[in-house]
T-cell receptor, first 115, second 109 residues
Framework: NAGVTQTPKFQVLKTGQSMTLQCAQD?????MYWYRQDPGMGLRLIYY???????DKGEVPNGYNVSRLNKREFSLRLESAAPSQTSVYFC??????????????FGSGTRLTVV | KNEVEQSPQNLTAQEGEFITINCSYS?????LHWLQQHPGGGIVSLFM???GKKKHGRLIATINIQEKHSSLHITASHPRDSAVYIC???????????FGKGTHLIIQP
């Protein structure tokens, strides 16, 4: 009963440290997304990958990089963490670009605190 | 510019009440999504709508494409329905979803 698996679930970083958030899906979805969720704001798109081999910036890409390692995996990297990146991060996938077929499936989230 | 607006932001009701959450959007879409998030939890997709009405158990979602408006109804509400309900749109000219800020629902016993 997998779907979208995110690791880690919790992380505390010091300012300037780096880390990679991992995301994997087992539904053979083509498109994958990284969102961040902050209090009082809707989820915002950081980066997405419409298909294997492609990645594009979303609304709030600064300070992040991504890798679409293969069809299953899409990782998000913080090269030099800042307190402004304290947030809850969600990975999602959809079978088609823009989710018009079958909707979206979300991971359980990564709660990241940068001190 | 907020493309997706939800109301109310917060709603507290008694068990058994009929609940309505509204969502308005300002762009053309291919689909509208209703999502549920329990405190500290992940996000679960409830409905994806492109027209008309869908029902799943005690939940009903409707959409009026001409008026760019959708509603989520909960009948015979129960404390376990307490969660944040999020409206999101897809196909509005951007990849991925564009989200509303969510409605925080509390159902008291």
């Amino acid at each position: 009963n997998a779907g979208v698996t995110q690791t880690p679930k919790f992380q505390v970083l010091k300012t300037g440290q780096s880390m990679t958030l991992q995301c994997a899906q087992d539904m053979n979805h083509n498109s994958m997304y990284w969102y961040r969720q902050d209090p009082g704001m809707g989820l915002r798109l950081i980066y997405y990958s419409a298909s294997e081999g492609t990645t594009d910036k979303g609304e709030v890409p600064n300070g992040y990089n991504v890798s679409r390692l293969n069809k299953r995996e899409f990782s998000l990297r913080l090269e030099s963490a800042a307190p402004s990146q304290t947030s809850v991060y969600f990975c999602a996938s959809s079978i088609s670009r823009r989710g018009t077929l079958g909707g979206y499936t979300f991971g359980s989230g990564t709660r990241l605190t940068v001190v | 510019k907020n493309e997706v607006e939800q109301s109310p932001q917060n709603l507290t009701a008694q068990e058994g009440e009929f609940i309505t959450i509204n969502c308005s959007y300002s762009v053309g879409i291919s689909a509208l999504h209703w999502l549920q998030q329990h405190p500290g939890g992940g996000i679960v997709s409830l409905f994806m709508l492109s027209s008309g009405k869908k029902k799943h158990g005690r939940l009903i979602a409707t959409i009026n494409i001409q008026e760019k408006h959708s509603s989520l109804h909960i009948t015979a509400s129960h404390p376990r329905d307490s969660a944040v309900y999020i409206c999101a749109i897809s196909g509005g000219g951007a990849d991925g979803l564009t989200f509303g800020k969510g409605t925080h629902l509390i159902i008291q016993p």
